[in-house]
């Protein structure tokens, strides 16, 4: 009988040398593998060992394939890696009963990486200048795990660019030529981009903006070296005499070409914020000359002055005093014309007053018309006409009426005859004590008071007993109730009259008669116009 022996599995592409990149993506393929066995069925099963720890962090081997593979979870950095960045890898298969070994050398190779800027924006500031004038170390944060290469920087700002310079070792940026914002046109905030490029033509960009201040470049200056003012002695407090100026070349809109003025001494005169000088006092000088040597300054808002010499002078207030002259007193009837028109119009005065008080004399004194109006002075007169007698014609006398049959008188119908009235027997009774009233449970002042009913158009006003009525007793009790109704024909009529403790009285005024008044006929034969 012929037995089958197991035959070893021989590794059949080992021992081999492969160079390996860092920055592969993880779980690549870097290699396979492969082994044979004359015992076909038999399974092979690969494992794997390294010389160096740190290798099983970035490799390992697939047990039933024999591939290679990066690690799954960390990517492989040539700069972080142990010098040198070599191993050995130790690959065995085996059947399960016997086994071959061989090793793979492995060399991780370093790849040039992009140099990074830590952050996108950065920002300088610095005021106008000459040219090579720089801004100050911007500290730009590039990081490139090659710190062998060499790193270039260079700037781009738009139509700006020939303004500004870099270096491009360092990246410090300055001015190109002089830069002056009085120029009007200069920028004072200018966008820049920075690029950083390793020695691979690797690179990376940034933004960088650049902020140029205001310097304040030239002193405050006047147009004269010196000022002359001529002030009267009568000029009011407040009175503006002179206005003086400086100028500056630096542009009033960055704040340096605005000035405070100021003047010394300033106890007869002062000046304003724009530079007017303006009187104080000078009003005691009105007799004497006088002449002041002021100093005006003005001074910038960076505090940069100058200062310029006034001379105010204040002449002696002359006055010539005319020669006076008397006249002799003007008199109306001096000159010939004023008589001319004086006596004209003196006698026509005369002569309307005289036609006016006729005038008035015959409409008021003499006027005796009696028409509606008078037709000498127009004046409203009162027509009173003469009574006349109104004769009225006697009345017809009315027919008169035929007399009536007389009617035969009527016979008186025989009267009943009526029954005598009974007697009225009076009972007098002993009125007990309120003690015996108390004590007699049948008493009326034990009895419960009649409560009032809701009124009906019958029985309206009178209160019904709660209890059936009973007659009262055979005695009088001044505790009892009593309601007595008047004997009184109250047919037609809506209200009645009762006597008692509940009662009232009401009068009809409508029943009263009333009197008619009388009509009269009555004329005014009266007239008057007015």
Same mark, same amino acid.
């Given at each position: ?55 099983? =962090?970035?490799?390992?081997?697939? &047990?039933? #394939?024999?591939?290679?593979?990066? @690690? *799954?979870?960390?990517? $492989?950095? /040539? !700069? %972080? ?37 830590? =952050?996108?924006?950065?920002?300088? &500031?610095? #005021?106008?200048?000459?040219?090579? @004038? *720089?801004?100050?170390? $911007?500290? /730009? !944060? %590039? ?388």
């Amino acid at each position: 009988m012929i037995v089958d022996i197991n035959n070893d599995p021989v590794l059949t592409n080992l021992p081999d040398s492969i160079n390996v990149l860092e920055n592969l993506p993880l779980a690549t393929s870097i290699f396979q593998a492969s082994a044979n066995d004359t015992d076909s069925s038999d399974p092979k099963v690969f494992r794997a060992s390294f010389d160096k720890e740190w290798a099983a =962090q970035y490799f390992t081997v697939n &047990s039933s #394939t024999g591939i290679v593979y990066t @690690s *799954s979870l960390d990517n $492989i950095n /040539y !700069e %972080v890696l142990p010098s040198p960045p070599s191993f050995l890898m130790y690959i065995t298969v085996t059947d399960g009963k016997w086994y071959d070994t061989d090793h793979l050398s492995v060399q991780i190779q370093n790849v040039n990486e992009h140099p990074v800027f830590s =952050q996108t924006h950065y920002s300088s &500031s610095r #005021t106008e200048g000459a040219g090579g @004038s *720089s801004f100050p170390t $911007i500290r /730009y !944060e %590039v990081s490139d795990p090659d710190s062998a290469d060499t790193k270039t920087h260079s700037l781009d700002c738009g139509s700006d660019t020939n303004r500004f310079s870099i270096s491009s070792s360092t990246g410090t940026i300055s001015f190109q030529g002089d830069y002056n914002l009085d120029d009007g046109v200069s920028p004072s905030e200018v966008n820049c981009t920075v690029t950083v490029t390793d020695a691979d033509g690797l690179s990376d960009n940034c933004t960088v903006t650049l902020h140029v201040r205001h310097d304040n470049e030239f002193t405050p200056a006047f147009a004269q070296a010196s000022y002359s003012v001529t002030v009267q002695s009568y000029e009011i407090t407040g009175q503006i005499v002179q206005t003086i100026q400086a100028v500056d070349q630096d542009l009033s809109s960055h704040g340096h070409g605005k000035y405070s003025y100021s003047l010394a001494p300033n106890d007869r005169f002062d000046v304003l914020q724009n530079g007017s000088i303006y009187v104080k006092n000078v009003t005691d000088l009105y007799d004497t000359a006088a002449t002041f040597t002021l100093s005006l300054t003005a001074t910038d808002q960076a505090g940069s002055s100058a200062s310029v010499p006034v001379v105010v002078t204040v002449p002696r207030y002359a006055t010539t005093i005319a020669p006076s002259y008397v006249d002799r007193p003007y008199y109306f009837l001096d000159k010939s014309t004023d008589m001319a028109w004086f006596i004209p119009a003196l006698v026509s005065g005369l002569l309307s007053m005289i036609f006016f008080g006729v005038f008035c004399y015959k409409c008021v004194v003499d006027c005796k018309c009696r028409k509606p109006k008078c037709d000498c002075c127009k004046r409203k007169k009162i027509w009173r006409p003469k009574p006349v007698q109104v004769v009225l014609p006697k009345p017809k006398a009315l027919p008169m009426e035929k007399p009536k049959p007389k009617e035969p008188p009527m016979k008186p119908k025989p009267a009943k005859e009526r029954s005598a009235p009974k007697p009225e027997i009076k009972h007098w009774t002993r009125v007990r004590t309120p003690a015996e009233e108390r004590a007699d449970l049948s008493s009326p002042v034990h009895r419960e008071r009649p409560q009032p009913t809701k009124n009906r158009n019958s029985e309206r006003f009178i209160p019904i007993p709660a209890k059936p009525y009973s007659p009262p007793p055979s005695y009088s009790s001044p505790t009892a109730d009593t309601f007595t109704l008047l004997s009184r024909d109250y047919s037609g009529a809506d209200q009645s009259t009762f006597i008692g403790d509940r009662g009232y009285i009401e009068f009809d005024a409508q029943n009263r008669p009333q009197e008619r008044k009388t009509y009269e006929f009555w004329t005014d034969m009266t007239n008057e116009y007015v």
